[in-house]
Every structure is written in C-alpha cells, then in structure tokens.
Nanobody
Framework: QVQLVESGGGLVQAGASLRLSCAPS????????MGWFRQPPGKEREFVAA????????TYADSVKGRFTISRDNAKNTVYLQMNSLNSEDTAVYYC???????????????????WGQGTQVTVSS
C-alpha cells in the first residue's frame, strides 16, 4: 500500500508561483508513474501532468503546458509540480497519484492510477 501526501498548496495572487510536493509514506515510489490531477470547484477531476519512473518522459494537459513543470527526485522519494503564471482557472484541489502504467498514452487516465493522495488546495485570486 502506498499512502501519498501532498503539500505546498495555498492562496496566491494571479501571476504568482507555487511548488507542490508529493511524498509517500511507507513505500518507495521510484518504480511508479506519478501524476498530478486537479478538481476545480464544481467540476470533474482532470489530468494535469505525469512523469515516468525515471523522469525521462513527461506529459501535460494543454491548459498548463509552458507554465507547469513536473519533476521527481527518486533519491528523496518525492514528486514536484512547479506552477508558474498562475491564474484563477488554476484554482482547484490538486491530487497526486501513483500507478504502474506501461503506455505513456495512458498517463492521463485516472483509472490507471492505483494510489491517490488526499489533495491540497490551491486558490488563485485575481
């Protein structure tokens, strides 16, 4: 069992940056694909970004390309989401997830992930 814990959320102004972190308790995540998803208020949860086990391959939702960067440090057993140029549409609860996914074309699929964190709130004021 992998328990994921997100941190780094908060309230920021439009244009600001935040870095989210995701770390597991009790187990290493070095062999898992790691993803970030978000759920805006009143909307469905959506894919944000994913990274393969080595960090050599990443994929992003179109809405965050060029602004967000996903990375991982397997030595620290932590995954990050650097978020720049935040705007009000980025307001959401952000979740990290872990899965053993073998096709990169499936990284965006929520059902492919086995473990989820509790989420961290990001609020961007305009």
């Amino acid at each position: 069992q992998v328990q994921l814990v997100e941190s780094g959320g908060g309230l920021v102004q439009a244009g600001a940056s935040l870095r989210l972190s995701c770390a597991p308790s009790g187990r290493t995540i070095s062999s898992y694909v790691m993803g970030w998803f978000r759920q805006p208020p009143g909307k469905e949860r959506e894919f944000v970004a994913a990274i393969n086990w080595s960090g050599s391959s990443t994929t992003y939702a179109d809405s965050v390309k060029g602004r967000f960067t996903i990375s991982r440090d397997n030595a620290k057993n932590t995954v990050y989401l650097q978020m720049n140029s935040l705007n009000s549409e980025d307001t959401a609860v952000y979740y990290c997830a872990a899965g053993r996914i073998y096709r990169s074309s499936s990284y965006y699929r929520q059902g492919e992930y086995d473990y989820w964190g509790q989420g961290t709130q990001v609020t961007v004021s305009s």
